[in-house]
């Protein structure tokens, strides 16, 4: 009877051999080095050093989740959009019920601007965890992107269902309500987002202020430009420049030969000098200047307003300028001619212009003028090229303000 002698050195060989568990056991840990090299290398402001390490970890281990997040949130802050979608389109592929792949996806596309593959991914999250108010207020803000403004709503109004007390469901409804338009809507909702937040919500106090321009309650928009200067100067300053309107406030005569806008219908041109020395308009054909300051409420162009093409001076007609001598001229052959712009000059120090113009006596000595009724016009722009609000670009002594 043949016997089997045992060959050792076979059996030896396949015993030193590694298992399929063991190598995948190195790789995974090969993987999880390479990545905690390249979080260093995010940790240290170097993103685009971690991303070459972040591949090589994905090399090692294709199943790690971390890898695939790191690497595509990486791409995404460096800007590099369709890499970042091809990296999270693998990971969805590979975890397809997974909500926060979903999300992710739904994310690189939104920073790309392809906002309807962006509301796909962002369904696609809400109906793997219906109860995820990341999912819904990431949905409501891909439609907020594309003026979809009720599905907004309803999105956010499902994140305060879901935790009443998240404040960026109040803000996101208050970006919304300003965008239809519904202000008092959005001052309450804004208002709760900030008390949330206990007060430390920049972009909520800066969306309140938007909805003050919008609602046109310039006291409260003051009061939020002020109180935003002390919380973040830049949004202080983007707010200020997004919704002020350059605007005449009010006018001052000023010291040298002033324009004496309250004096009524018939007044006489001589009687424009009666407190002065010069009595230069009581004689026949003779011509004086006058001067007018105007305040304005922001820092304006000085080319603009001293440009006098961009001042006109006009008889009032009607609404809150009145009308000129109420409306029936007594002595039409005595009204003298409107005054002629010669000068402007202003002040950037204290944002007040200067307007000089002449008036011209009549050959008899006789004219008359209502000054109170002599409308002055102002239509340059600020230093931010953002034209005059044409709810106070003019100005006449009868309205004794801009309007």
Do not use: C
Not at 308 to 317: P, R
């Amino acid at each position: 009877m043949a016997t089997t002698t045992p060959d050792y050195g076979t059996s030896l060989f396949l015993a030193i051999l590694p298992t399929a568990d063991t190598i995948q056991a190195q790789r995974s840990s090969l993987s999880n080095n390479l990545l905690i090299a390249g979080v260093r290398m995010l940790q240290k402001s170097r993103p685009e050093e971690a991303i070459p390490f972040f591949k090589r970890a994905l090399a090692m281990d294709s199943s790690s989740i971390d890898a695939y997040n790191y690497l595509g949130n990486t791409q995404l802050q460096l800007k590099k959009t369709d890499d970042a979608i091809a990296t999270f389109k693998k990971l969805v592929a590979m975890k397809p019920f997974d909500n926060p792949s979903a999300v992710s996806l739904g994310n690189a596309y939104a920073q790309a601007k392809k906002y309807a593959d962006a509301e796909k991914m962002y369904k696609k999250a809400v109906s793997l965890s219906p109860n995820d108010k990341l999912s819904h207020y990431s949905l409501g803000q891909t439609y907020l992107l594309q003026n979809k403004l009720k599905d907004a709503e309803t999105e956010f109004l499902k994140v305060n269902r879901i935790d009443s007390r998240d404040a960026n469901g109040y803000y996101a409804l208050g970006q919304t309500y300003v965008k239809t338009g519904e202000y008092d809507k959005a001052i309450t909702n804004l208002k709760q987002a900030v008390y949330l937040k206990r007060g430390n919500f920049t972009l909520a106090e800066t969306e309140l202020g938007y909805a003050y321009a919008g609602k046109g309650d310039e006291y409260n928009l003051g009061r939020q430009i002020t109180k935003l200067q002390s919380i973040d100067s830049a949004s202080a300053l983007e707010l200020q420049n997004a919704t002020i309107k350059p605007k005449i406030t009010g006018i001052d005569y000023g010291p040298n030969n002033p324009f004496y806008a309250q004096f009524g219908p018939y007044t006489t041109l001589s009687f424009l000098t009666f407190a002065q020395p010069d009595q230069t308009l009581s004689q026949p054909n003779a011509s004086k200047d006058f001067t007018m300051q105007f305040q304005f409420n922001t820092d304006m162009d000085t080319v603009s307003v001293q440009n006098f093409v961009n001042w006109k001076i006009s008889k009032a007609t009607g609404g809150a300028a009145g009308y000129y001598n109420h409306g029936y001229t007594l002595y039409p052959q005595k009204e003298a001619n409107l005054p002629i712009i010669k000068n402007v000059v202003y002040d950037v120090a204290n944002q007040k212009a200067t307007v000089t113009f002449s008036l011209q006596q009549n050959a008899n000595g006789d004219a008359v003028i209502d000054p109170s009724h002599l409308v002055f016009k102002f239509s340059g722009k600020d230093v931010n090229g953002k034209l005059m609000d044409p709810n106070a670009d003019e100005y006449d002594g009868f309205a004794a303000k801009a309007f």
